[in-house]
């Protein structure tokens, strides 16, 4: 059996030494310097406030500062201008690692449309409250003369009466008509007969009263649009309440606006 001598022993240490310091040295510099360095270890970004800025605008801050983005979510905020941000995650300074992605919720440019709901003879609040639940914006109330104190009588909508079910864009405003609580009061009768329909409702508006059922009828000696009769009609001494309907008789096709 063959004897190692005492130099190729040390020889040997020696080898295995190298060999150990070589594998040291290059688990420190994996660990300590390449790891590091190309994942930016340690190295944070302050993430940007994105909201209420532009698509533009919020794209320059998170390029300047080497993130990215992604369009998360879409939807529609009454009076908000349209495409810009209104949530982002993460949230405003927060520390993040570059090239993270922020997720932005952003506003619609076109309104989705909802139904309009019946208001009608509901009382003021309780209307309002309704227009809320349904994102449409609630106008002054208008109160025209009615014995139903702060009851809903008609809904309008860019001025014109608007039915239940009609479909309107959700931020629209709607205006209610609302009694006033004052339709006890008494007065003659105004008679509209002869007048063109236009002249005959201002005067009916002008009254404190509210037009009600219009009926077409065919007469050739008077001409469209005339009213031919009044319901209530116009008769000596006779009076009506403040707030109350009178129904006419227009000579040829009725708007049923």
């Not at 030494?17 to 994996?30: D, E, H, R, S």
């Not at 509901?122 to 009851?151: C, F, H, W």
């Not at 809903?152 to 014109?160: A, E």
Request: glycine share 8%; hydrophobic share 40%; net charge neutral.
């Amino acid at each position: 059996m063959t004897k190692i001598s005492t130099r190729s022993f040390l020889d040997l240490l020696i080898h295995i030494g190298i060999i150990v310091a070589l594998v040291a040295t290059l688990f420190l510099v994996f660990f300590f310097l390449y790891l590091p360095f190309t994942t930016k270890h340690g190295q944070t970004i302050t993430v940007p406030d994105v909201t209420r800025q532009s698509l533009d605008e919020m794209q320059n801050l998170l390029d300047d500062r080497n993130l990215r983005y992604e369009v998360s979510d879409c939807t529609y905020v009454a009076g908000s201008q349209p495409l810009t941000v209104i949530q982002q995650y993460p949230r405003p300074n927060a520390k993040v690692k570059e090239g993270r992605k922020v997720y932005l919720t952003i506003t619609k440019r076109v309104a989705p449309m909802v139904q309009m709901p019946n208001l009608v003879s509901l009382t003021l609040r309780s209307a309002q409250l309704n227009l809320k639940s349904m994102d449409l914006v609630v106008g002054e109330p208008i109160y025209v003369p009615d014995i139903a104190k702060n009851a809903v009588l008609r809904q309008l909508y860019n001025g014109k009466e608007i039915s239940p079910g009609t479909p309107v864009p959700k931020g629209a405003q709607i205006d209610l008509e609302v009694g006033d609580g004052l339709g006890s009061t008494m007065f003659a009768i105004p008679d509209v007969v002869g007048l063109p329909f236009d002249e005959a409702e201002a005067a009916i508006r002008g009254s404190s009263l509210k037009v009600g059922t219009k009926i077409s009828v065919e007469d050739p000696e008077k001409e469209v649009g005339t009213v031919v009769k009044q319901r209530p009609a116009a008769r000596s001494g006779e009076r009506i309440r403040v707030g109350e309907t009178m129904d006419l008789w227009i000579v040829g096709p009725i708007d049923p606006n």
